[in-house]
């Protein structure tokens, strides 16, 4: 088995260098054979990565501890499920499912059926091939999946309890989808730059392939956060973590991206913009691979001190400039026939506004994460910084991103007049500070949540009202009633109303994050069995501290009576559970949640007496936060499927010589 798993990686680097030089050689003589030489070998590649995948599998599900990786991160009683998920548990595995991930995208491409014959397959294909040789190499010859071990142990060391959750499941490899993604467009727009195709082709025929990659870093990052919330025991979803920092960043500047390119569809404008958004938020996916494996930051994220941050940095280095220079070396172009913007109250502008805010998110993200390897590197003392900064200088981001988010439906394209300001804004203000006058009336004074839920609430009124708009101007000219109207109009115009769809989830997370940064609170207390823990509307009764068993793991657990303004609500039971090789115990929340709040509550500690130590904590409104990012997926889906896409051809017509 170990040999086979070695002969597929050794084979996977000579197959993925010999594929990259076919295209090249078949673009350069303009021959067909090559280029067909060239596919066929990235499909090899494929096959070849998923047998390695399927190798190392194997060797996990079937504890096979003469191999490093499997004792490192399994042991024989772990359940198969997690055994099997150990493949992402370590460096050599997560390099593994990118490399597969990459030759599965490279292969969807250049076996498209809408890229037949499309001039730019050998480019595209040659681009992901770069990237792909470069992980096979770090397969190859740094971190290996299949190195054998001295000696073979009895037990391996197990996996770590903090990943034996079902989120821990999916979470990674929604990321790892995302990340990989964006190399798709990453190449078309490089392809497109050497091919001199400055037009908006290589972003029409992406534009899936960026809203898929979108999507897995969105349901990367909702999960990421839902398992921190349920798992880690400390009451909050996003800790502004290095790691959870690095999947964040490129999520901003994608959703940038997504917005900006509608002008150069429209308009033609913002080309270097939105390729400089592109190389950058592929840049950025390398950057977070480099944070998790480099060994400079602490996270719970992180895969410890390990070499391949170099070679990571070395490598986005490479790419970085290679894609710059080939921007630049096309700029003349890029700057043809470049239209420009016409009026500040426009869509445009507003469009524009959105990008940079969202840019600037990203910015003071990336300062944050980066700063203390910068003072480390300066000063040699590693300066922190915390939570208290990232939610001083994002709050009022997301503020500003929410009030552009509310007046960008209603504003025209070109040029909006007075008159038009007035009569499509009307009514949405006047909605607006009626909810404003009815929060300061239900006691809520402080200024960011009542600025940001009057926000999110003239957001949600501006869209409500440009759809009844197109509702109304449909049914005059069709005759057909409201309802069926609002079906027919939302079904033909799929892109439009799918993102309007997750603009709505993004408004309903914005109000999860509002109400439980600014409403929650949190009480630990040491009781004895029968006294009780009050908080907020809650009255807690501590009945019973016990133990049981679960395998070869114990776990102690506490059985707590809820009453909610002396109503019984439910029973709570919040755990400890120690596993027989791992030295910390994991936590297993208590909670009941509700539209209106999460009762939250973590066994802290215990005596022999019985007297325990509970953490409660009340945080209003976090289910809104799950619930929106629902809508955002089905908004999503209902973008990326919806309706027959534009027929594009490019304008470059180069081709290759058949063969005779």
Same mark, same amino acid.
């Given at each position: 088995?170990?040999?086979i798993?070695?002969?597929?990686?050794?084979?996977?680097?000579?197959? *993925?260098?010999?594929?990259?030089?076919?295209?090249i050689?078949g673009?350069?003589?303009?021959?067909?054979?090559?280029?067909?030489?060239?596919?066929?070998?990235?499909?090899?590649?494929?096959?070849?990565?998923s047998?390695?995948?399927?190798?190392?599998?194997?060797?996990?599900?079937? *504890?096979?501890?003469? !191999?490093?990786?499997?004792?490192?991160?399994?042991?024989?009683?772990?359940?198969?499920?997690?055994?099997?998920?150990?493949?992402?548990?370590?460096n050599?595995?997560?390099?593994?499912?990118?490399? @597969?991930l990459?030759?599965?995208?490279?292969?969807?491409?250049?076996?498209s059926?809408?890229?037949?014959?499309? =001039?730019?397959?050998? /480019? +595209?294909?040659?681009?992901?091939l770069?990237?792909?040789? !470069?992980?096979?190499f770090?397969?190859?010859?740094?971190?290996? =999946?299949?190195?054998?071990?001295?000696?073979?142990?009895?037990?391996?060391?197990?996996?770590?309890?903090?990943?034996?959750?079902?989120?821990?499941?999916?979470?990674?490899?929604?990321?790892? #989808?995302?990340?990989?993604?964006?190399?798709?467009?990453?190449?078309?727009?490089?392809?497109?730059?050497?091919?001199?195709?400055?037009?908006?082709?290589? &972003?029409?025929?992406?534009?899936?392939?960026?809203?898929?990659?979108?999507?897995?870093?969105?349901l990367?990052?909702?999960?990421?956060?839902?398992?921190?919330?349920?798992?880690l025991?400390?009451?909050?979803?996003?800790?502004?973590?290095?790691?959870?920092?690095?999947?964040?960043m490129?999520w901003?500047t994608?959703?940038?991206?997504l917005?900006s390119?509608?002008?150069?569809?429209?308009?033609g404008?913002?080309?270097?913009?939105?390729?400089?958004?592109?190389?950058l938020? /592929?840049a950025?996916?390398?950057?977070?691979? !480099?944070?998790?494996?480099?060994?400079?930051?602490?996270?719970? $994220?992180?895969?410890?001190?390990?070499?391949?941050?170099?070679?990571?940095?070395?490598?986005?280095? +490479?790419a970085? &400039?290679?894609?710059?220079?080939?921007?630049?070396?096309?700029?003349?172009l890029?700057?043809k026939?470049?239209? $420009? @913007?016409? *009026?500040?109250?426009?869509?445009?502008?507003?469009?524009?506004i959105?990008?940079?805010?969202?840019?600037?998110?990203?910015?003071?993200?990336?300062w %944050?994460?980066? !700063?203390?390897?910068?003072?480390?590197?300066?000063?040699?003392?590693?300066?922190?910084v915390?939570?208290?900064?990232?939610?001083?200088?994002?709050?009022? +981001?997301?503020?500003?991103?929410?009030?552009?988010?509310?007046?960008?439906?209603?504003?025209?394209?070109?040029?909006?007049?007075?008159?038009?300001?007035q009569?499509?804004?009307? &009514?949405?203000? #006047?909605?607006?500070? &009626?909810?404003?006058?009815?929060?300061?009336?239900? %006691?809520?004074?402080?200024?960011? =949540?009542?600025?940001?839920?009057t926000?999110?609430?003239?957001?949600?009124?501006?869209?409500?009202?440009?759809?009844?708009r197109?509702?109304?101007?449909?049914?005059?000219?069709?005759l057909?009633?409201?309802?069926?109207?609002?079906?027919?109009?939302?079904?033909?115009?799929?892109?439009?109303?799918?993102?309007?769809?997750?603009?709505?989830?993004?408004?309903?997370?914005?109000?999860?994050?509002?109400g439980?940064?600014?409403?929650?609170?949190? *009480?630990?207390?040491?009781?004895?069995i029968?006294?009780?823990?009050?908080?907020?509307?809650?009255?807690?009764?501590?009945?019973?501290?016990?133990?049981?068993?679960?395998?070869?793991?114990?776990?102690?657990?506490a059985? #707590?009576?809820?009453?909610?303004?002396?109503?019984?609500?439910?029973?709570?039971?919040?755990?400890?559970?120690?596993?027989?090789?791992?030295?910390?115990?994991?936590?297993?929340?208590?909670m009941?949640?509700?539209?209106?709040?999460?009762?939250?509550?973590?066994?802290?500690?215990?005596e022999?007496?019985?007297?325990?130590?509970?953490?409660?904590?009340?945080?209003?409104?976090v289910k809104?936060?799950?619930?929106?990012?629902?809508?955002?997926?089905? %908004?999503?889906?209902?973008?990326?499927?919806?309706?027959r896409q534009?027929?594009?051809?490019?304008?470059?017509?180069?081709?290759?010589?058949?063969?005779?």
């Open positions: 088995m170990h040999n798993g070695v002969l597929t990686i050794y084979l996977g680097l000579a197959i *993925s260098i010999y594929s990259f030089i076919a295209f050689v673009v350069i003589k303009q021959d067909q054979k090559w280029v067909n030489s060239g596919k066929n070998g990235v499909l090899t590649l494929f096959l070849l990565t047998l390695t995948i399927v190798l190392l599998l194997y060797v996990l599900a079937t *504890s096979q501890f003469q !191999f490093k990786y499997v004792s490192m991160y399994t042991s024989s009683d772990l359940p198969i499920v997690y055994k099997l998920s150990a493949l992402w548990a370590g050599a595995g997560s390099l593994l499912l990118w490399t @597969f990459l030759t599965m995208y490279t292969t969807m491409v250049a076996f059926n809408k890229m037949k014959g499309n =001039p730019m397959v050998p /480019y +595209i294909s040659t681009i992901m770069g990237n792909a040789i !470069f992980f096979y770090i397969l190859a010859t740094t971190t290996r =999946p299949f190195e054998l071990n001295d000696f073979i142990p009895s037990e391996g060391n197990g996996l770590n309890p903090m990943l034996q959750d079902p989120g821990m499941i999916i979470h990674p490899i929604t990321l790892y #989808l995302g990340y990989v993604g964006l190399a798709v467009p990453f190449a078309f727009a490089i392809a497109a730059l050497i091919l001199k195709n400055v037009d908006s082709f290589w &972003i029409r025929m992406t534009r899936r392939w960026t809203l898929l990659a979108w999507l897995f870093l969105t990367g990052n909702l999960l990421g956060g839902y398992w921190a919330y349920l798992e025991g400390w009451g909050g979803y996003w800790a502004w973590d290095p790691v959870e920092n690095a999947s964040f490129p901003l994608v959703t940038a991206f917005h390119v509608m002008i150069q569809e429209r308009k404008m913002l080309k270097v913009w939105n390729l400089s958004l592109i190389i938020s /592929y950025l996916t390398l950057f977070g691979t !480099f944070l998790v494996r480099s060994g400079v930051l602490t996270s719970v $994220h992180a895969f410890g001190d390990t070499n391949l941050g170099t070679y990571f940095l070395i490598f986005m280095g +490479i970085v &400039i290679f894609a710059m220079y080939v921007m630049m070396s096309r700029y003349h890029l700057k026939d470049s239209d $420009h @913007f016409e *009026s500040f109250f426009s869509k445009e502008s507003s469009f524009l959105n990008n940079l805010i969202l840019v600037c998110a990203a910015f003071a993200v990336f %944050g994460t980066i !700063f203390p390897l910068i003072s480390e590197a300066v000063r040699g003392t590693k300066v922190t915390g939570v208290p900064f990232f939610n001083t200088v994002m709050s009022p +981001i997301l503020l500003s991103l929410l009030f552009i988010l509310a007046i960008c439906p209603l504003i025209a394209w070109q040029k909006s007049t007075i008159k038009n300001l009569k499509n804004f009307l &009514i949405p203000a #006047l909605l607006t500070i &009626i909810v404003a006058i009815l929060l300061f009336i239900m %006691g809520i004074r402080t200024i960011y =949540p009542i600025i940001g839920f926000l999110v609430a003239f957001m949600l009124f501006t869209h409500i009202s440009e759809i009844f197109g509702v109304k101007a449909r049914s005059s000219v069709t057909e009633n409201y309802p069926i109207a609002l079906i027919r109009l939302i079904s033909k115009n799929r892109r439009r109303y799918g993102g309007y769809t997750v603009h709505f989830g993004i408004a309903l997370i914005a109000i999860g994050i509002i439980s940064q600014n409403f929650s609170v949190e *009480s630990m207390k040491t009781v004895a029968g006294e009780k823990i009050n908080i907020a509307d809650f009255e807690i009764t501590y009945e019973n501290l016990a133990q049981k068993s679960e395998g070869l793991n114990d776990i102690i657990f059985e #707590l009576k809820v009453q909610k303004n002396g109503k019984h609500v439910g029973y709570i039971q919040p755990e400890k559970i120690f596993y027989s090789n791992w030295q910390q115990p994991s936590t297993e929340v208590g009941i949640s509700s539209w209106q709040e999460d009762l939250y509550i973590v066994i802290s500690a215990w022999r007496d019985l007297r325990a130590t509970f953490v409660v904590r009340v945080n209003p409104l809104w936060i799950w619930t929106g990012g629902v809508v955002v997926v089905i %908004g999503t889906l209902f973008a990326i499927w919806g309706g534009n027929q594009v051809i490019p304008r470059y017509r180069g081709t290759v010589r058949k063969v005779t």
